[in-house]
């Protein structure tokens, strides 16, 4: 029913109704399904610690939750970065269609407020041991292995032990120069296109947008060599950027991410892989891993 | 150098060509360089006749490859709307974020065109007989092959003898009802996220967006279902949609695909699998298929 209008479908599915009489066929679940009927047990509350909120002087926001399990370092500096007001003035400068918005102070010498680690390690990956991976159960193109630890989609190498946050639509990662160069956390990007998973174990990636990336996929895509604005007029302001435990307790957002060993997100993922529902004529029989977006969702 | 400002990466150059001095270090290739680098005869002008020239009423323009070797009915179903100005007074009324735009008259009783075949047969796949495929090289999650067939990407099934085109970022398909409806064309949409590849064999596509995307992937998001538009007055007016060969010859847009039959082809596959140009610590040794975008060019 994906891509029909919903004025049809109603008149499709009360026609099916009709056809169908007092015995209802079995109704096959989509992987949303699954999702609204998850029970509360399959729902982890993401700390408030680990919430950036961006507020757009337009008036959007976008909300990224933080993954301080995989790039302690660069995450421990965004919340220095947050708190120090380093943003203030900030601009999204970089709009590059399929691929990424980059938001930051661009070349300011601004100094960095107190906490922040000037160089961060090369936090591109982990170590594999210690997480609970739920596989993804089809091939990668990128890794031997591949699927999702406490929320978060990962590809690994168990024989060589590390695992790595993966480039999919959404993630956010850490602006650098040139190796040995990696990045503070100040110019940070979102992908707004195909998962560019080359990218993958060359950069911190240390969170994804939970919230409000239409704020940024919509933004004009820039004129310069990689998407960058031409003029500074075409700069989008940022009003502010603070974590959400240091907004007043009433102005504070708050989320919820489907646990990834839950019962729940085992049927979400199968069916995200064999779709057989209404539309659905020839299941795929697998799914590439930013194929499968998490569930999250708001609290009231 | 994804990630640095112009002005800083070219200081970073500067630098690096006085460090090295008078014995300059063999340059490590980017794919982008194969492109710019890849001889006339690696290149392909797409026919005037399988391109179909959107014009919006606020003067964006998209541009659409279409792909007759692989969905003739709905192609050429697609051709007669064109021709028969069925579109005039259409619009995108449907922008899901990371998932498709999709325009046409939703829900109109206007008569088809002379031409248009009202129930096309379901074009999902075609015989892989008769293409001729440059392999992929990686897995993939959906087909056991994978690859690019005459500038298209397609994954295939050998020994059951199919081959499909692939839903990746920009891809055109044909909008439907439930099964056995299989659309005639007259609705259309294009991929702004990541591939939706569960789509692949279940839908038509047509063809590919090769210039202007960004005039569909920069629109509103819809607030409703499916990112439908709420109000008509959000929707989108498209001013014309004709085919380029029916155009005046002077203002006939005209486009070069890279022949996937290619020894640049080879080498830019090569290098998107693995980039070890400066930016690069680790090539990933693999690539998925929506990540290789054939390349495509304007003629002068």
Redesign the interface.
């Known amino acids: ?8 479908t109603i008149l ?1 599915i009360a026609a099916a109704a009709l056809l169908i009489g007092a015995a209802p066929a079995k109704k096959l679940l989509t992987p949303n399904d699954i999702v609204a009927a998850a029970p509360a047990s399959a729902w982890k509350t993401i700390p408030a610690d680990d919430l950036m909120v961006m507020d757009l002087a337009n008036g959007g926001r976008v909300v990224v939750q933080l993954a301080p399990a995989f790039a302690p370092v660069h995450v421990a500096n965004i919340k220095a970065l947050a708190r120090g007001k380093y943003w203030d003035g900030a601009t999204v400068y970089r709009v590059q ?2 691929y990424v918005a ?1 938001w930051g102070l ?2 300011s010498d601004k100094p960095w407020p107190s906490g922040v680690t000037a160089k961060p390690p ?1 936090e ?1 990956t982990r170590a594999v041991g210690g997480l609970a991976i739920t596989p993804l159960g ?5 890794a031997p292995g591949a699927g999702f630890a406490d929320g978060w989609p990962v590809a690994y190498n168990a024989r060589e032990g590390w695992a790595d946050l993966t480039h ?3 993630s956010v990662g850490v ?5 040995p160069d990696t ?1 503070t956390g100040g ?1 940070l ?1 979102a992908v707004i ?11 911190a990636v240390v969170g994804r947008v939970i919230d409000g ?2 704020k940024l ?5 820039g004129t ?3 998407g ?1 604005y031409k003029d500074k007029a075409q700069f989008v302001p940022i009003a502010s950027i603070r974590i959400a435990a240091d907004l007043p307790v009433g102005e504070r957002p708050s989320y919820e991410t489907m646990d990834t060993a839950s019962a729940s997100f085992a049927e979400y993922l199968k069916l ?2 064999n ?1 057989h529902d ?5 299941p ?5 891993l ?2 499968v ?1 998490v569930p999250v969702r708001k609290k009231a």
């Open positions: 029913m994906w891509f029909i209008t919903p004025m049809r499709l269609d399929n980059q661009n070349e090369a591109y089809s091939p990668d193109p990128y999919c639509y959404g602006g650098r120069d040139l190796s990045g110019e990007y296109g195909h998962g560019p998973r080359q990218l993958d174990r060359n950069i990336i239409d996929s919509t933004l004009p895509r310069e060599a990689l960058f995200r892989a779709r209404d539309f659905y004529i020839r795929a029989g697998g799914v590439d930013c194929n977006q």
